[in-house]
């Protein structure tokens, strides 16, 4: 069963709308991690943030912002004001630590189309 | 430059002919993996590797195989490729936790 549900599979907004990426997670684990990377069309995958399950304190970083609330098992991701640049497939992901760290799951991605 | 480098980038091959992606990183670090990209799915974990000759299975597998003979290589083998394994592939590598792993630049791979 998939453990990380990106429902949105696109999203398209005019320059400096706000966008907000849905993402919700799936486990029994009381310890893991959550992280968001960011595809942009020229493919590479670029770290965005991550956040440990004892931390839900929201952060801002620029026009970024991440909602994490463990009551709806959700970690949204929100961008303020987009830029065309923003335009890329953003993926949310899950690490639990009952399984060898190296297993990081991946939900299926949230296209953002960003227009002038 | 701290970096995941993979090679090919782009690679068309026919059904059943061998081939191996390979994966190599400069950052000394204890966990490496590869990943599969395809439209709709995501990313989807074939292998990860937690150290030198300690891998594992992620969530597809079948029909690929690994090695970690040396920290800082983690090829990717298909020993009989089919079209279903037409992809983008991704290798990357971690510290471990509580960091997320740095990706290469990706593999597109064409089985025809």
């Known amino acids: 069963a998939q453990k990380v549900t990106q429902a949105q599979t696109e999203i398209s907004v005019v320059e400096k709308e706000d966008v907000t990426l849905d993402c919700v997670y799936e486990t029994r684990d009381t310890t893991y991690y959550l992280f968001w990377y960011k595809q942009p069309p020229s493919g590479e995958l670029v770290f965005l943030i991550r956040r440990n399950s004892f931390d839900e304190q929201n952060e801002i970083s620029g026009r970024y912002s991440w909602n994490f609330q463990k009551s709806t098992s959700s970690f949204n991701f929100t961008i303020t004001a987009s830029q065309v640049v923003d335009s890329a497939v953003y993926f949310c992901?899950?690490?639990?630590?009952?399984?060898?760290?190296?297993?990081?799951?991946f939900g299926a991605g949230t296209q953002v189309v960003v227009t002038p | 430059e701290a970096q995941v480098t993979q090679n090919p980038r782009y690679l068309i091959t026919v059904t059943g002919k061998k081939l191996t992606v390979t994966c190599s990183q400069n950052m000394n670090h204890e966990y490496m993996s590869w990943y599969r990209q395809d439209p709709g799915l995501g990313l989807r974990q074939i292998y990860y590797?937690?150290?030198?000759?300690?891998?594992d299975k992620g969530d597809v597998p079948e029909g690929y195989k690994v090695s970690r003979k040396e920290k800082r290589n983690f090829p990717l083998i298909l020993e009989s490729p089919s079209p279903n394994q037409t992809s983008l592939y991704f290798c990357?590598?971690?510290?471990?936790?509580?960091?997320?792993?740095?990706f290469g630049s990706g593999t597109r791979l064409t089985v025809v």
């Open positions: 990357a590598s971690s510290p471990g936790l509580p960091y997320g792993y740095t």
């Open positions: 992901a899950l690490s639990e630590i009952t399984d060898s760290w190296g297993k990081l799951q």
């Open positions: 590797s937690m150290n030198v000759e300690v891998t």
